[in-house]
């Protein structure tokens, strides 16, 4: 048995990259894993993975993996996945907030004036997303009087990353996993932000070997990136802790929170804090602002 048997979550956008990642560590806790995305075929999408490749898996890890397919654009479809949630499992323990739609020109130079307005599918998916999930999240949590909700964000918080657009919508789901915790706290809920670096997901591999440069920013250095499970296995520490809720409302540096849990990551190394070269997170846990 794992530390997560018993327990049900669901991971956005975990057809591959950090979502993946993530369902992965959290399966091979032993939770189910309800896995959502929208590419169902491995020939529909310029990298590589499946919703159902990943459940697959993550069965393989020793949990459950059930693939549902879903748009996080739209509502109806995002009402039917936490639906099928109540109905299966009766509960839901952990929601991670992953999906977020990148576009092609992210790291393309340029100001944003140059950038087309499309771009704003950021707030979308990223964004809206996250409120519309967690909303549907918390109403499975809050009766049964636990949960935790994990929104993935970056160091682009307060350091500028890539783009307007995308600091923007970062900094948006810092503060609303803050703002969140603070209605959820009385139930017992939490919800806190992880900063995640560089990770090395099939885009980010992909864009590292064509980009020509990008290895050589702050914000790209393989020599400080993790693997996509490396903030699952963060989350599913969380997850296991009784204590979880001393968290509950801050934002966190996922190589911190490692450090904490004893995490590693799959090849046995401590990633990096990059603190001091890229900022510090702005919201302390709820618990932690109210003691001034």
Same mark, same amino acid.
């Given at each position: 048995?794992? &530390? ?6 669901? !991971? ?23 896995? @959502? ?7 529909? +999408?310029?990298? *590589? ?32 996945? $936490? ?26 130079? #340029?100001?944003?004036?140059?950038? *087309?307005? =499309? ?12 409120? !519309? ?12 009087? @636990? #949960? ?10 307060? =350091? +500028?990353? +890539? ?8 900094? &948006? ?8 915790? !603070? ?7 939490? @919800? ?22 990008? @290895? ?35 934002? $966190? ?36 602002? &109210?003691?001034?």
């Amino acid at each position: 048995m794992g &530390a997560l048997t018993g327990k049900v979550a669901v !991971v956005t956008g975990a057809s591959r990259g950090i979502g993946k990642g993530i369902a992965l560590a959290l399966a091979e806790q032993g939770a189910t894993v309800y896995v @959502s995305g929208r590419t169902l075929h491995p020939d529909s +999408y310029e990298l *590589p993975g499946t919703v159902g490749e990943t459940a697959v898996q993550c069965r393989k890890r020793g949990g459950r993996g059930i693939a549902v397919a879903v748009d996080h654009s739209d509502d109806n479809q995002v009402a039917a996945l $936490f639906e099928q949630v109540k109905r299966e499992a009766g509960r839901l323990d952990i929601l991670v907030n992953n999906a977020f739609a990148l576009p092609e020109d992210l790291t393309d130079p #340029g100001g944003f004036w140059e950038k *087309p307005l =499309s771009n704003l599918q950021m707030f979308d998916v990223g964004v809206r997303s996250n409120f !519309v999930a967690a909303w549907h999240a918390a109403k499975l949590m809050v009766p049964q009087g @636990s #949960g935790l909700i994990v929104a993935i964000s970056g160091y682009t918080g307060v =350091s +500028y990353t +890539y783009g307007t657009i995308f600091g923007t919508c970062k900094s &948006a789901v810092d503060r609303m996993a803050r703002d969140m915790a !603070v209605e959820l706290a009385p139930h017992h809920v939490c @919800s806190l932000s992880l900063w995640q670096g560089l990770t090395l997901t099939e885009r980010a591999e992909r864009n590292l070997a064509s980009i020509p440069g990008l @290895s050589g920013r702050d914000a790209t250095r393989p020599q400080d990136a993790c693997s996509p499970e490396h903030p699952g296995r963060v989350i599913a520490a969380l997850a296991a802790d009784p204590e979880v809720m001393r968290h509950s409302g801050g934002t $966190f540096i996922t190589a911190e929170m490692a450090r904490v849990y004893g995490v590693t990551d799959i090849d046995g190394r401590e990633i990096p804090s990059l603190r001091e070269s890229r900022g510090a997170p702005i919201w302390q846990p709820i618990g932690e602002a &109210a003691n001034g």
